[in-house]
């Protein structure tokens, strides 16, 4: 960074949330290791879900949709952001459970305002709150038919992503994940008109998810020896010394001596777990002498005893109600009700028809804060609309509502 300015892409590094490390307060900045993302393993599993993807777009516009082709790759910022356009929509739905990491799909305008308009069934649609409600519920449903595929056979038990959060925003104001990560590239037909929707998975949960799937290169391990990480620390010199000695391994048998010398320190370490087997042993000796008082004193059980609740009202406590005879409570009569799903009520407008649960001269309920108390028949008083109460709710049916 030059003195009293920075370059551009210092500014797009900030803005997507890259640490650059000299622009850190410490100058240190937070390396994150690059993953093994094994692109077949993938490649087979987008192959499964690009027709389920297809199917939730489909079932949610009401149009025939067409997903023809799911690539992967292993991308990063620069590449990615040379494919996009200058204005996008970002869905974020990172991992929180299961897997942990990044997770997003970005998609152009022109397919945001195609499927806001299918979805509320409007000519021009305007990408404002309600319309980016919208596009979270569809990525929704396509992250949940992934995760469906992803928890089959208990291969990721539980896993969750954040409640996707879509925004409108340039493409340098995109939080992408950092270093290498999978990048899923799907060409879509919607109606008729071809599209390309994105899907960007974080190193770490694009290696979690092929490794889930029976995929994935082996771990690394230290020094490559196949000696744990917890192990190579013992050694002088810690990993640095184990992948000094690695090449010899791979030598004639003159070269083994090292490794012969290397299991000497392991045999050594084990006497000390050995040895702490013995106080372990010794504790169990006040546990039993523990469950001896136990058993010989058995618990005090004693019947209990409720009073009547059906008391009569003494003349004190009738006298006392007169003091909340001037409360005011909340009278509601309610005509009936109905359930519908999000789609259509996004898809509500002037004219549209709600059909209740209550059928036509049916009595309406009347509630007392939100408690049904009794039932009448609707009438028209002058220019008002009133209720002539035709029964009263015995009072078996107020404690119900109330549990």
């Not at 869905?91 to 997770?103: E, F, K, N, W």
């Not at 509500?348 to 049916?362: Q, R, S």
């Amino acid at each position: 960074m030059s003195e009293g300015s920075i370059s551009q892409e210092e500014i797009d590094a900030l803005l997507s949330g890259v640490d650059m490390g000299g622009l850190t307060s410490g100058g240190t900045s937070s390396i994150v290791p690059e993953a093994n993302i094994d692109v077949p393993t993938l490649q087979n599993f987008v192959s499964l879900t690009k027709d389920k993807f297809a199917e939730v777009i489909k079932n949610m516009t009401e149009k025939d949709t067409v997903v023809s082709s799911a690539e992967v790759e292993v991308s990063d910022r620069d590449v990615f952001m040379s494919r996009l356009p200058e204005e996008l929509i970002a869905v974020m739905a990172d991992y929180s459970t299961g897997l942990i990491g990044d997770h997003l799909f970005v998609m152009s305008n022109e397919l945001a305002t195609k499927l806001v308009g299918l979805i509320n069934k409007e000519d021009n649609p305007a990408l404002d709150d309600m319309g980016l409600s919208v596009l979270s519920e569809v990525i929704s449903s396509m992250s949940g038919s992934e995760i469906t595929e992803l928890s089959k056979g208990g291969k990721l038990p539980g896993l969750v992503t954040n409640p996707p959060e879509a925004v409108s925003q340039p493409k340098a104001m995109v939080r992408m994940p950092q270093n290498k990560f999978a990048l899923v590239t799907f060409q879509l037909k919607l109606d008729g008109q071809d599209y390309t929707l994105w899907e960007a998975i974080g190193g770490s949960v694009a290696e979690g998810m092929a490794r889930a799937l029976g995929g994935g290169a082996p771990a690394a391990s230290a020094g490559g020896m196949g000696v744990s990480p917890a192990f190579t620390g013992g050694f002088a010199g810690g990993t640095a010394a184990g992948a000094a000695v690695s090449p010899m391994m791979m030598t004639g048998g003159g070269m083994q001596q090292p490794m012969m010398g290397m299991q000497q320190p392991m045999m050594g370490m084990q006497q000390p777990m050995m040895g702490m087997q013995q106080p372990m042993m010794g504790m169990q000796q006040p546990m039993m002498g523990m469950q001896q008082p136990m058993m010989q004193t058995p618990p005090n059980v004693q019947s209990l005893q409720f009073p009547n609740l059906m008391q009569p009202m003494t003349a004190s406590e009738q006298g006392n109600i007169g003091l909340i005879m001037d409360v005011k409570m909340e009278m509601t009569v309610e005509l009936g009700r109905t359930e519908r799903t999000i789609k259509n009520i996004l898809g509500m407008g002037e004219g549209t028809i709600i059909e209740l649960d209550k059928l036509a001269g049916e009595p309406v309920d009347i509630l007392v804060n939100h408690k049904p108390i009794a039932k009448g028949e609707v009438v028209v008083i002058d220019e008002n609309f009133g209720v002539r109460v035709t029964e009263i709710l015995p009072a078996i049916e107020h404690v119900a509502s109330q549990m």
